[in-house]
């Protein structure tokens, strides 16, 4: 089975831009989570997708949002750039929402860099 | 406040030796402890998933133990290689995805 991908592996972008970044979940895995990794803070939950659905949602502005499709597929965006968000953002994937007791399977992330 | 405490924050060992890592936590309230390996540049890999029933788990080379009445967690390897030189993230949580807590990891390298 194909892991979780995402794609690009490295953006650079200005601030005051917006990013949008892809992820493809592991086949039949229906919930799709979104990390913030920084040296400073470690890895923060962003959000939650399940069935096209947001089910959960991390402390991040409004700037923050992302969506699902109906092939599981999730996207993140991300508004008005500013320094701070400059990170590793990791999308995991995982059979369903209520699996809490379930792995995560982790994709091998974006690199943002703002600058 | 919930929080996760790794030690050490880095450690270096030789190849074939054991090492033990450390994690400690106040998660309330308590669902399950999870032990991740991120290698440098890449994603987070789940090495075990204990529940608070579980005293120990093992994945191969990998043993973590659970004490949750101290609300402690320990990660022994076994016979280190050099592909185990990675951080290793504790990560208690409380039920769903977005009560999950990072611990800040340990970085381990093996040299040989």
């Known amino acids: 089975k194909a892991g979780v991908t995402q794609t690009p592996r490295y953006l650079i972008k200005t601030r005051g831009q917006q990013v949008t970044l892809s992820c493809s979940p592991i086949?039949?895995?229906?919930?799709v989570s979104w990390y913030q990794q920084t040296p400073g803070q470690g890895l923060q939950f962003l959000f939650e997708?399940?069935?096209?659905?947001?089910?959960n949602k991390g402390n991040f502005p409004g700037r923050f949002s992302g969506r699902q499709f109906s092939n599981s597929r999730s996207e993140m965006n991300v508004s008005t750039l500013e320094l701070g968000d400059s990170a590793l953002y990791l999308c995991?994937?995982?059979?369903?929402?209520?699996?809490?007791?379930?792995?995560?399977?982790f994709g091998n992330g974006t690199r943002l860099t703002v600058t | 406040k919930n929080q996760v405490e790794q030690s050490p924050q880095s450690l270096i060992i030789l190849e074939g030796k054991n090492c033990t890592l450390q994690?400690?936590?106040?998660?309330?309230?308590?669902?399950?402890l999870r032990w991740y390996k991120q290698d440098t540049g890449r994603g987070p890999v789940s090495l075990t998933i204990m529940t608070f029933s579980e005293n120990t788990k093992s994945n191969g080379r990998y043993t973590a133990t659970l004490d949750a009445d101290t609300k402690q967690s320990s990660l022994h390897i076994t016979a280190s290689q050099l592909s185990d030189s990675a951080s290793y993230i504790c990560?208690?949580?409380?039920?769903?995805?977005?009560?999950?807590?990072f611990g800040a990891g340990t970085r381990l390298a093996v040299h040989p």
């Open positions: 990560v208690p949580s409380s039920g769903g995805y977005n009560k999950l807590i």
């Open positions: 995991a994937s995982s059979l369903g929402t209520g699996t809490y007791n379930s792995p995560l399977h």
């Open positions: 994690c400690n936590y106040t998660v309330s309230p308590f669902s399950n």
């Open positions: 086949s039949g895995h229906r919930s």
């Open positions: 997708y399940f069935s096209e659905t947001q089910r």
